[in-house]
C-alpha cells in the first residue's frame, strides 16, 4: 500500500484550506480592505507567508500564499518579530530559520512579491526589526549574533562590520527591534535573564553589547511606547517591567515585574498612542492589558483582557492600533479584537489555520 510522504500531505493540507476559505475569499473582494495580517508556516520543506486581508470590521479572509524559497525548522522558534513589515508597509521580511536566511517580499495590491532571499551570516534566524533603510536580525544558533542590513527596494545588503555578539554563547534570544528613534538596538536573552543593548553609530554600525540584568526572570518579547520606554515581558516572574533607556543604551527600571496573575507571558504589543500594553500568556490562553502612564509607569488594567485561545504564541498590533490579533497554535486559530477606548477587548473574528504556523504581522 502506497504511503503519502510529509511534503505530500503538507501540500494537500494547503489546497484544502484554501478551498475551505475561497467563498471568504470571494465575499472579501466585496468588502473594503483595510489592511492585512501574516504569518509564516516554518515548514521544513517549503516556508510561505500566509496573507490575510483585513476588512473595516477587522474580520480576516485568506488572501494567499507566498513561498519565501526558503525553510523553516518545524518547531516553535519561542520569539517575537519573525514576521514583520517595514514602517512604510512597503516591504515583509521573514526568517527561514531552517535555511539560515531572510526573505524579502514587496507588498502589492494583489499580494506579495518576492524580491530578495539572503544569509542571516549566522545560524536559526528568529527575530527582525526595521527602522527606515537598516534591518537587524538575531541569530539563535550557534554561538548567537546580531547582523545588519541595508534594505534597498527590495534588495538586501550586508553592512560590513555590522556582526555583534551576545552576552554569551548560549543566550537563547527572543526578539530583536529598534527603539522609535533607531539609534538603539535591544535584544532579550531568555536563557541568562539578560537585555543586550547596541548604540548605532552613523552608519548604521552597533557598539555593543551593553549587558544588562533584567528586573524580572525569562525576559522574552517586547515593545515601546512613542516615548522610548521599553516594556519587557517576563515569563518566569509572570510579569511585565518597563524601562528607560538613554542614548548609551542604558536601561533604568521604571515599574518593576508588574503582575498579571497568569502564566507565560511572552509577547506584547503596544497601541500607537502609547497608553496600553497587552501580552499572551501562552500557558492559559489569556491575554492580559496594562496601563502605561506618561512615565512609563505600568499597571495592570485586566488580568483577562481576552480569552484567544490555548497556546497563543504571538500578537501583532493593526497599524492604526484599532485591532489587535493573535496566532493561537494550540487551537490553529488567529483571533481578532478591536481596541477600544478604554483598553478593553472585543473578539471581532477568529479563522481557521494550519498548525505550526510561527511569526505575525499586521499592516
Known sequence: MRTIGTRTKYLLLLVILTITISPAMAGASAMSKNGAVYTETNNVTDNRIISFDRSADGSLSMSGSFSTNGLGTGISLGNQGGVILTDDGKNLLAVDAG????????????????????SSAGTMPISLTSHKDLVYVVNEGGNGNIVGFHLDDGKLSMIPNSIRPLSSNSAGPAEISFNPEGNVLVVTEKSTNKIDTYVLDKHGIPIGPIVQNSNGQTPFGF??????????????????????VDDWGNLKTISGSVPDFHSAPCWVVVTENGKFAYTNN??????????IDKDGELS????????????????????????????????NTIAGFRVNSDGSLTLVTTVNVMSGLDGLAAS
Do not use: M
Open 99 to 118: 535555511s539560515n536566511e531572510i526573505s524579502v517580499f514587496q507588498v502589492k495590491s494583489k499580494g506579495l512579491v518576492l524580491t530578495d532571499k539572503v
Open 300 to 331: 495592570l488594567l485586566n488580568q483577562v483582557a481576552a480569552t484567544p485561545g490555548v497556546g497563543n504564541i504571538d500578537l501583532a498590533l493593526s497599524q492604526d492600533s484599532k485591532f489587535v490579533y493573535s496566532l493561537n497554535s494550540g487551537v
Open 223 to 244: 515593545a515601546f511606547d512613542k516615548k522610548g520606554h521599553l516594556i519587557v515581558s517576563e515569563a518566569t516572574t509572570n510579569a511585565l517591567s518597563s524601562y528607560a
Open 282 to 291: 501562552a500557558h492559559d490562553g489569556t491575554t492580559s492589558s496594562y496601563r
